[in-house]
Protein backbone atom coordinates (compact mmCIF):
# COMPACT_ATOMS: atom_id res chain seq x y z
CA UNK A 1 0.00 0.00 0.00
CA UNK A 2 1.49 2.96 -0.62
CA UNK A 3 1.65 6.08 1.91
CA UNK A 4 -0.86 8.45 -0.05
CA UNK A 5 -3.10 5.10 0.08
CA UNK A 6 -2.13 4.81 3.49
CA UNK A 7 -3.29 8.38 4.88
CA UNK A 8 -6.36 8.51 2.55
CA UNK A 9 -7.54 4.80 4.63
CA UNK A 10 -6.55 6.63 8.40
CA UNK A 11 -8.57 9.59 7.47
CA UNK A 12 -11.26 7.40 6.65
CA UNK A 13 -11.34 5.51 9.96
CA UNK A 14 -10.83 8.52 11.68
CA UNK A 15 -13.69 10.17 10.46
CA UNK A 16 -15.92 7.25 10.32
CA UNK A 17 -15.01 6.82 14.54
CA UNK A 18 -16.02 10.65 14.24
CA UNK A 19 -19.60 10.32 12.98
CA UNK A 20 -19.84 7.73 15.30
CA UNK A 21 -19.05 9.57 18.33
CA UNK A 22 -21.26 12.54 16.92
CA UNK A 23 -24.16 10.25 17.29
CA UNK A 24 -23.67 8.76 20.20
CA UNK A 25 -23.29 12.16 21.85
CA UNK A 26 -25.92 13.41 20.48
CA UNK A 27 -28.09 10.04 21.50
CA UNK A 28 -29.46 9.29 17.68
CA UNK A 29 -29.89 5.86 18.25
CA UNK A 30 -33.46 5.56 16.88
CA UNK A 31 -35.17 6.93 13.64
CA UNK A 32 -37.01 9.32 16.32
CA UNK A 33 -33.35 10.75 18.14
CA UNK A 34 -31.84 11.06 14.88
CA UNK A 35 -29.45 14.26 14.00
CA UNK A 36 -27.87 15.87 11.76
CA UNK A 37 -24.93 14.67 10.45
CA UNK A 38 -23.38 16.72 6.65
CA UNK A 39 -19.89 15.48 5.82
CA UNK A 40 -18.74 18.67 4.12
CA UNK A 41 -15.48 16.77 2.56
CA UNK A 42 -15.58 14.37 -0.38
CA UNK A 43 -13.76 11.84 2.20
CA UNK A 44 -16.34 12.27 4.45
CA UNK A 45 -19.34 11.48 2.32
CA UNK A 46 -17.58 8.42 0.99
CA UNK A 47 -17.10 7.27 4.42
CA UNK A 48 -20.51 8.34 5.56
CA UNK A 49 -21.93 6.33 2.63
CA UNK A 50 -20.51 3.03 3.51
CA UNK A 51 -21.19 3.41 6.98
CA UNK A 52 -24.64 3.51 5.27
CA UNK A 53 -24.15 0.80 3.06
CA UNK A 54 -23.05 -1.51 6.05
CA UNK A 55 -26.21 -0.53 8.29
CA UNK A 56 -23.88 0.78 11.32
CA UNK A 57 -25.42 4.06 10.63
CA UNK A 58 -29.29 4.27 8.99
CA UNK A 59 -30.58 7.63 7.08
CA UNK A 60 -34.11 8.93 7.35
CA UNK A 61 -33.52 11.53 5.00
CA UNK A 62 -32.36 15.34 5.01
CA UNK A 63 -29.02 14.55 6.29
CA UNK A 64 -30.66 13.10 9.30
CA UNK A 65 -28.84 9.52 10.49
CA UNK A 66 -28.98 7.48 13.95
CA UNK A 67 -26.55 4.85 14.75
CA UNK A 68 -27.40 1.32 14.56
CA UNK A 69 -25.23 0.10 17.51
CA UNK A 70 -25.62 -3.53 17.06
CA UNK A 71 -24.75 -3.49 12.98
CA UNK A 72 -21.68 -1.02 13.98
CA UNK A 73 -20.68 -3.67 16.65
CA UNK A 74 -20.89 -6.92 13.48
CA UNK A 75 -18.96 -4.41 11.62
CA UNK A 76 -16.39 -3.62 13.84
CA UNK A 77 -15.62 -7.42 14.68
CA UNK A 78 -15.54 -7.83 10.87
CA UNK A 79 -13.10 -5.54 10.26
CA UNK A 80 -11.30 -6.71 13.17
CA UNK A 81 -10.97 -10.39 11.55
CA UNK A 82 -10.36 -9.29 8.13
CA UNK A 83 -6.71 -7.24 10.04
CA UNK A 84 -5.77 -10.42 11.64
CA UNK A 85 -6.17 -12.29 8.20
CA UNK A 86 -4.47 -9.96 6.34
CA UNK A 87 -1.36 -9.71 9.18
CA UNK A 88 -1.79 -13.73 9.68
CA UNK A 89 -0.94 -13.99 5.51
CA UNK A 90 1.59 -11.28 5.81
CA UNK A 91 3.15 -13.26 8.42
CA UNK A 92 3.17 -16.11 6.27
CA UNK A 93 4.32 -15.15 3.29
CA UNK A 94 7.41 -13.16 5.48
CA UNK A 95 8.28 -17.09 6.88
CA UNK A 96 8.12 -18.39 3.58
CA UNK A 97 10.01 -15.75 1.84
CA UNK A 98 12.68 -16.41 4.52
CA UNK A 99 13.18 -20.08 4.43
CA UNK A 100 13.65 -19.39 0.68
CA UNK A 101 16.62 -17.17 1.41
CA UNK A 102 17.42 -19.49 3.91
CA UNK A 103 17.68 -22.55 1.07
CA UNK A 104 18.90 -20.38 -1.48
CA UNK A 105 21.90 -19.32 0.35
CA UNK A 106 22.54 -23.16 1.49
CA UNK A 107 22.09 -24.26 -1.82
Not at 22 to 49: D, F, M, N, V, Y
Not at 80 to 87: D, G
Amino acid sequence: MGAAAAIVAAQRARLEREFVNHLREHKALSRETAALLRPQRWIGRRALLALVAEGSIVSVGEDMYWLNEAAYAVAQKRRQARKILVLLVAAILLVAAMALAVLKAAG
